[in-house]
């Protein structure tokens, strides 16, 4: 057997310096770091000093503080005598500062000798999100060190957003903390919950109780990818579960105790089929049975304009608001097939009764119903953008999904627009490389960079359309996400470029900086913290096909501290094979192709999918 003649020089060149890191390991990257000299040294006889102790703020610090592992207690300044004390070894945490601050801003001072936070509500809160990052432990339990610096800090959107799908498949109460708690470290503030489509209606009222007797259940689930043909299989299992309004009046304060705004998502006219399984009368042909879908995808079961429908949503619609006291209503709007209507003589007759141009138009004119009940309760709309089809309702907001062009359009006509296109890296249910052991998802392409990548603001808008871009958001479809740890998976850590694309300013993102010196540092504290984060493959292994005789093979690993184990013979790396140390040359023979692998295995023996690049010189 002729042997493939391959060479490897390593390379005995120091490894480059590594770059001081501006940010400071913060995610996202303050909008100004100014470092200066020294450390402040964390002890357990650290005093903490809070102008206002019974601050919700406070406590949630305090709880985070002794997840941590530290123990210091926390004192109200107003106790103390200022002037038999010289504040040495204290952090003081004042929310009542009387100075100027921009919207949701804070400013930090660490000193050799002390720490001093500046900021009211949200801003303190973020303030105090920083802190925490900046304490890096030592060996000694209950010590830290926290690298002198002055910050000055704000957001660059003032809706900083991340959506879940909790109707494909359920996550309970602990799971949606988690999740919020997640946001809140990450300074997002907006928690879009997709509370109902057609897979299950996942949220009690009171006036409808069939709508989770009847529509949060499903006889069975498609297994694996949807094929659409008659080969399908299913898993032959009941599945369903909801909130109860107590549970969600609980989540909604747990939220909004770190200033995180929940967007409750009731969808219509379109994913309505377990509404309508529950309440045939409201379908346009109340004479079928519907089943709550047991599949993905779009279906032809949906809302019926007329006046028993809009009663109906109008009364669930004042349940919702009493549970959630946000400003927005998401009324969903996204793919409505038109058929119900177009084969509805009551649907024909409403389109010439209110000189309607078409189905489109109907659309609009039920998107525009539902708005003047939203706003008559002091409430704004919300809606994917295909409420625009038809026309847009005179105060609505957009969310862009597909694409930037609805978005566009939308803010141009004036109404504020949420960004989060699908083709912007913003769809977390996409796959995060094109390895074929990525798990399975709905598809799409979306890698840690791409997200990293998109700006909110596109450049077809001008400086005053601009201001009608409110923010931005990434969304959770849960169709192939079953478990706790494959949403994790799934959001982790795209979720922390999301945050620094809705935080940081323009002028300050630096991708190079983000993944190798701060996520890296992120993961490791995110696992210890229980999260099962998808462990990237390192920076320099792609995973395109690469041409050439010779490659420089120069890789970093995206977790602090872990290991790059790697082959050339097309065999799956492991802790066996050849431990990466540093830059090498590969050179490829002549009309040969190499498969160079790499596995990532963290301190804690997590470990990365294999990444396979094919060298090839032919
Ligand atoms: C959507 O992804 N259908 C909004």
């Not at 001093?116 to 432990?137: A, P, W």
């Not at 969808?267 to 309508?276: Q, S």
């Not at 959630?324 to 709007?333: A, E, L």
């Amino acid at each position: 057997m002729k042997k493939i003649l391959f060479l490897i020089a390593l390379a005995f060149s120091a490894p480059a310096i590594a770059q001081e890191d501006p940010y400071m390991g913060i995610i996202p990257a303050p909008v100004s770091v100014k470092k200066t000299k020294g450390v402040f040294h964390f002890t357990p006889e650290t005093i903490i000093l809070v102008d206002s102790p019974d601050n919700k703020s406070v406590r949630i610090f305090k709880g985070l503080l002794r997840q941590a592992g530290y123990s210091n207690t926390v004192t109200d300044i107003n106790t103390v005598d200022r002037k038999r004390w010289d504040m040495k070894n204290s952090i003081m945490l004042a929310q009542n500062f009387k100075g100027d601050l921009p919207a949701e801003g804070y400013e930090l001072e660490v000193a050799e000798t002390k720490v001093q936070l500046n900021g009211r509500g949200s801003g303190y809160f973020y303030g105090l999100q920083t802190l925490l990052q900046l304490m890096h432990k030592t060996t000694n339990p209950g010590y830290a060190t926290i690298p002198c610096a002055l910050i000055h800090d704000n957001p660059r959107f003032s809706y900083r957003g991340m959506h879940l799908d909790v109707s494909r498949h359920f996550f309970d109460v602990d799971f949606i903390k988690r999740y919020i708690d997640l946001m809140a470290a990450y300074k997002l503030n907006f928690f879009h919950w997709h509370l109902t489509d057609d897979q299950g209606w996942r949220i009690e009222i009171k006036k409808y109780p069939k709508l989770t007797e009847v529509g949060s259940k499903r006889a069975q689930t498609l297994v694996g990818k949807i094929k659409g043909g008659d080969a399908d299989v299913y898993d032959n299992t009941p599945y369903g579960g909801f909130y109860t309004q107590d549970q969600i009046l609980d989540i909604v304060t747990y939220a909004s105790e770190r200033f995180i705004t929940i967007v409750p998502e009731i969808e219509m006219p379109g994913h309505c089929r377990a509404m309508v399984a529950a309440y045939p009368e409201w379908s346009c042909d109340p004479t079928q049975t519907y089943k709550v879908a047991e599949t993905w995808g779009e279906f032809k079961d949906v809302l019926c304009p007329n006046e028993e429908t809009f009663k109906a949503l109008k009364d669930i619609l004042r349940e919702v608001m009493l549970l959630f006291p946000g400003k927005y209503i998401h009324v969903g709007g996204d793919e409505c097939p038109k058929d119900a209507w177009k084969k509805s003589e009551f649907c024909r007759q409403l389109i010439v009764d209110s000189t309607l141009r078409d189905e489109n138009g109907l659309q609009s004119y039920f998107i525009r119903t539902i708005e003047r009940f939203v706003n008559s309760q002091g409430r704004s709309l919300i809606g994917w953008d295909e409420i625009m089809e038809g026309g847009l309702a005179p105060n609505a907001s957009v969310m862009s999904w597909r694409g930037e062009a609805g978005g566009i359009a939308a803010a141009q006509l004036g109404h504020d627009v949420i960004m989060t296109p699908g083709s912007g890296g913003l769809y977390f249910d996409h796959a995060q490389s094109r390895s074929k052991e990525e798990p399975l998802s709905i598809g799409g392409y979306a890698p840690l960079a791409k997200t990293y990548a998109y700006d909110p603001v596109p450049a077809a808008l001008n400086k005053e359309q601009q201001k009608h871009v409110l923010g931005v958001q990434a969304n959770l479809w849960t169709e192939y996400i079953a478990t706790n740890a494959k949403a994790e998976y799934m959001l982790l850590p795209r979720m922390l470029a999301l945050s620094e694309i809705a935080w940081t300013p323009k002028a300050n993102k630096d991708y190079k900086n983000f993944s190798e010196q701060r996520v890296a540092k992120h993961l490791p504290k995110l696992e210890a913290a229980g999260f099962n984060y998808r462990v990237p493959e390192p920076v320099g292994a792609s995973d395109t096909l690469a041409n050439g005789d010779k490659f420089k093979i120069e890789l970093t690993p995206l977790v602090e501290g872990a290991k790059i184990y790697f082959t050339i013979d097309g065999y799956q790396p492991r802790e066996t094979d050849l431990l990466y140390t540093g830059p090498a040359t590969l050179n490829i023979p002549k009309d040969k192709t190499i498969e160079f692998k790499t596995i990532v295995i963290t301190p804690s023996g997590k470990r990365s999918i294999v990444n396979d690049i094919q060298m090839s010189n032919k």
